[in-house]
């Protein structure tokens, strides 16, 4: 019996690999003889670079760089040796868990921190850079990154532009010829699954930017600045990305990197698939368990259990689902794969004691889906 553990974190309870362990110790007790393969999963935002680093023979770097409001933090990236890949976390540069709630300020925030994290994966000699952008505190068309690696944006006057989106509506220049050249030599993957354009109503600035301080007079000045920016960029570039989708991710940083990076923009779980080797992971198995914090219709926009059904399905596994809680519409996802799925928690639960007892509930209901399991393949 072979059993591929594939979970995502539980957000602010446990890393991918915690559940993960977990569940195996679970399965363990009640099936010791079975084979337990444990694969920590992601979805392209918080804690790819963990997932990945725990499945590969990679290295955990860390970077101080400037914070999206200009403060010097500490951020971790991953390097994998043998391909030359850096793997970044924009949101652990320029993230919006680093803004406190009362300071939060999409007019003025940078991805400046993003670049300078791109610029130490080229020192390190980075052949592949996937930036996972999910979690983003920032609103500026990716232009702070893009200073941040040589390109020179300037107002009539001729100096550079203060920090931050609003900034881009006094943008008069685009100077390139101090763009780092050693770009155009990485080939650049974006794991994301925001479809939304640069701007409009469904852009970055109206879809995003409240949560990340924006007031409705605000959001109409930075839609604005975002799209002068876009229109310049286009004449420079004798292209225009701003309405294709994805562009709008993670504030417009999906705009610059399709702009000036030539990226491609992918499923952040296909991206994490790939690089743990999940596929191969699940050849020969009988059982699929994954996992996230909440199961419910979200799922389906390529959240981790969604795309870690697609390839089991693909090669007949069948798959369980273990959520710490059950949400609305999850039921929608048994026509895409998942065949069964169960809560964590057995009772009424506070947030915080289910959060201090998920590895015990994880145990628990892992060693009562093995003994289902293994009944069933008993009287099979």
């Known amino acids: 019996m072979k059993i591929v553990i594939a979970p995502d974190s539980f957000k602010d309870s446990l890393s991918a690999e915690r ?94 921190g993003t670049g300078e994290l791109i610029r130490a994966a080229l020192d390190a000699g980075a052949q592949r850079v996937i930036l996972a952008i999910g979690g983003s505190a920032t609103n500026d068309a ?31 220049q685009i100077d390139l010829s101090e763009l780092d050249p050693r770009l155009a030599q990485v080939r650049f993957d974006i794991a994301a699954d925001v479809n939304n354009p640069l701007c409009g109503p469904q852009g970055a600035s109206a879809i995003f930017g409240p949560q990340k301080g924006a007031s409705p007079e605000q959001v109409q000045q930075l839609d604005q600045a975002l799209g002068h920016f876009a229109v310049l960029c286009a004449r420079v570039l004798e292209k225009d990305v701003s309405d294709e989708p994805g562009s709008g991710a993670a504030g417009g940083l999906g705009f610059a990197a399709k702009a000036f990076l030539g990226a491609q923009f992918r499923p952040g779980v296909e991206v994490v698939a790939e690089l743990v080797g999940l596929a191969e992971a699940i050849r020969g198995a009988d059982l699929v368990i994954t996992g996230e914090g909440r199961f419910d219709a979200q799922t389906l926009r390529g959240k981790t259990p969604f795309g870690v059904a697609r390839i089991a399905h693909q090669q007949g596994v069948p798959v369980i689902v273990i959520a710490g809680t059950l949400g609305e519409g999850y039921q929608h996802m048994y026509e895409h794969g998942v065949d069964a799925a169960f809560a964590l928690t057995p009772g009424p639960m506070s947030l915080e004691q289910a959060c201090a007892q998920a590895p015990g509930l994880l145990r628990d209901r892992a060693r009562d889906i093995a003994r289902v399991w293994r009944m069933a393949v008993r009287q099979g």
């Open 19 to 112: 559940v993960a362990t977990a569940i195996a110790q679970g399965l363990a007790e009640v099936w010791p003889e079975a084979q337990l393969v444990k694969c920590p999963m992601a979805d392209g935002g918080e804690g790819t670079v963990e997932s990945v680093l725990a499945a590969c023979d990679g290295q955990l770097r860390c970077t101080r760089v400037q914070g999206p409001l200009g403060m010097a933090v500490d951020a971790h990236w991953g390097w994998l040796p043998q391909s030359h890949t850096a793997i970044i976390e924009m949101a652990e540069a320029s993230g919006l868990q680093l803004v406190p709630v009362d300071k939060r300020d999409a007019c003025t925030s940078s991805t400046v």
């Open 142 to 172: 990716g232009a702070g990154a893009l200073q941040a690696l040589g390109l020179r944006l300037l107002d009539a006057t001729g100096q550079p532009l203060k920090p931050g989106g609003l900034a881009l509506a006094q943008l008069a």
